[in-house]
Structures are given as structure tokens and as C-alpha cells.
């Protein structure tokens, strides 16, 4: 439940500032994204859930495992993905792990994943923070990541963190503060 409730969180902040491009597929999401949105700029802003975009590339990953033989393994699944296309060329990938849990060591963990997924498609996630951690209450106070690959907020921020970055590039202000929070 905490996953659907992010990702609806996230779609109504987009609808806010764009016009949907397709229906929400939560059952349907191997067939694309779960939400799509216009912005104003020309922007689309596509969610996808428990799957990579096919604009994500090449995977370090699989082809390990093929290379070496070693099964049939080598397929992760970020459990929300946000691309941002600009006309038309997917230009940036911000990838969120959700943990609905208060404990900061289980909290933590989600960090690795995020490291792991970001060096296993690296060709859309240069710009930082790429590697988003969202929880219930995010251990410590909001942060600017100051250039690292990994940002951490609560399921609160998230949703408008998103789309201060669609408008602005940027999940934070030089405050720390969720960027263009108010008006959201």
C-alpha cells in the first residue's frame, strides 16, 4: 500500500502542472509507464512502477550473467522510476526506492539498492541526486545532496520533490527545503 500511495501522491502533483498523456495503469504497468504527463515547457514526465524504461539502456548486470554463464538471473526492478524526456529524448532517470518502515538500519538498506541499481544503468542517471530513498520519516532532517548520487525524503516531500525537479532540475533549494514547495 505505501507504494500505491507514493506513486498517486506523485501523479496528483504532476497533474497539477501537466496534462496527462495516458490513463494510470497500475495492473497493466508491463505495457508502459504508469502515468505520462506534459508540462507546459514541452517536457514529458513518465512514471513507471516495479520496472525499467526501455530508455534505461544497457544493464551491467544481465550482461554479466550472460557473459559468465552463471543462470538465468541478473534482472532487478527499481520500485519507481521518473523519466524525464525533452523533445523527445529521454534526458534524465531519477530512480526512488520505497521502504514503508521507521527503522533506520531496514531504512538504510535502501541505499545499497539504490547503488546498485544506479551502476547497473548508468547512461540516464549522471545527474545527481539520481538515487532517491523514500520512507515514512526520513532518518534526519531534509538535505541538499551537495552533488552526491543518493538524496533521502519522506513520503511526504516526494511527490513535490518530483516535480521541482521536472521544472527546476533540482529536488531541493539552496535552503534545504523541497524546491517550490508552496504553490503545490
Not at 496527462?20 to 507546459?40: E, I, K, M, Q
Not at 544497457?58 to 524526456?85: C, H, M, N, Q, W
Amino acid at each position: 500500500m505505501f507504494e500505491i500511495a507514493v506513486l498517486l501522491r506523485i501523479s496528483m502533483r504532476l497533474a497539477g502542472v501537466g496534462d496527462r498523456v495516458d490513463g494510470l495503469r497500475l495492473l497493466d504497468a508491463a505495457r508502459g509507464p504508469f502515468a505520462s504527463y506534459r508540462l507546459a515547457t514541452g517536457r514529458i514526465v513518465r512514471v513507471w512502477y516495479q520496472r525499467w524504461p526501455p530508455s534505461s539502456g544497457f544493464s551491467e548486470l544481465r550482461d554479466a550473467v550472460k557473459y559468465y554463464e552463471v543462470g538465468e538471473g541478473g534482472t532487478t526492478k527499481p520500485d519507481v522510476a521518473i523519466e524525464f524526456v525533452d523533445h523527445g529524448i529521454p534526458t534524465r532517470l531519477v530512480l526512488l526506492e520505497l521502504k514503508a518502515s521507521t527503522s533506520s538500519s531496514y531504512v538504510a538498506s535502501g541505499f545499497s539498492q539504490l547503488l546498485s541499481y544506479l551502476r547497473e544503468r548508468p547512461s540516464l542517471t549522471g545527474q545527481s541526486p539520481s538515487g532517491w530513498l523514500v520512507s515514512p520519516h526520513p532518518t534526519g532532517q531534509l538535505r541538499d545532496p551537495e552533488g552526491r548520487a543518493l538524496w533521502s525524503c519522506s513520503a511526504d516531500d516526494v511527490a513535490s520533490a518530483v516535480v521541482a525537479t521536472a521544472l527546476s532540475g533540482s529536488p531541493v533549494s539552496t535552503d534545504g527545503r523541497v524546491a517550490n514547495q508552496t504553490g503545490f
